[in-house]
């Protein structure tokens, strides 16, 4: 049976999806983006740097709903608007998920919502 996941320290979501759910053992985070702590509908400031760091404190939230953890998660996808991006995104990656690392897809997109210059969905197991 499926559940969702309504994350309180996470933005609501912005279109018709749950901000993840729960099937089984499998925790889904749906894609985040880095989106403020203080306004739903504005970006975390800064670059790829804070953007990044605040997709996965996202993802920790959601993930903390479910009583899991960054270490819980199995596979991430990131969607990068410039894949110049990558080596700032994998040094913020590697110091929050802790080895053996996630399996990992990395995709070069044109655009995401709002501008954003990072997006990440993840995978996890209780």
């Given amino acids: 049976m499926k559940y969702a996941i309504n994350a309180r320290k996470a933005p609501e979501a912005i279109g ?3 901000q993840g759910t729960t099937a089984g053992r499998l925790v889904f985070a749906s ?28 993802i ?20 990068l608007a410039d894949l110049d991006d990558l080596e700032i995104v994998n040094d913020i990656y590697a110091a929050r998920f802790i080895m053996p690392a996630p399996a990992r897809n ?21």
């Avoid at 920790?60 to 969607?79: F, P, S």
């Avoid at 995709?107 to 996890?124: F, H, Q, T």
Wanted: net charge negative; hydrophobic share 45%; proline share 4%.
């Fill in 16 to 18: 018709p999806y749950s």
């Fill in 31 to 58: 894609g985040q983006l880095p989106i403020s702590a203080e306004n739903d509908y504005r970006l975390v400031e800064g670059g790829i740097a804070e953007q990044t760091a605040r997709v996965i404190d996202i």
């Fill in 106 to 126: 990395v995709v070069g997109v044109s655009a995401l919502p709002m501008g954003a210059l990072i997006e990440m969905d993840c995978i996890a197991c209780r």
């Fill in 60 to 79: 920790e939230a959601i993930l903390a709903e479910v009583d899991c953890t960054l270490d819980d998660v199995a596979q991430t996808t990131i969607y």
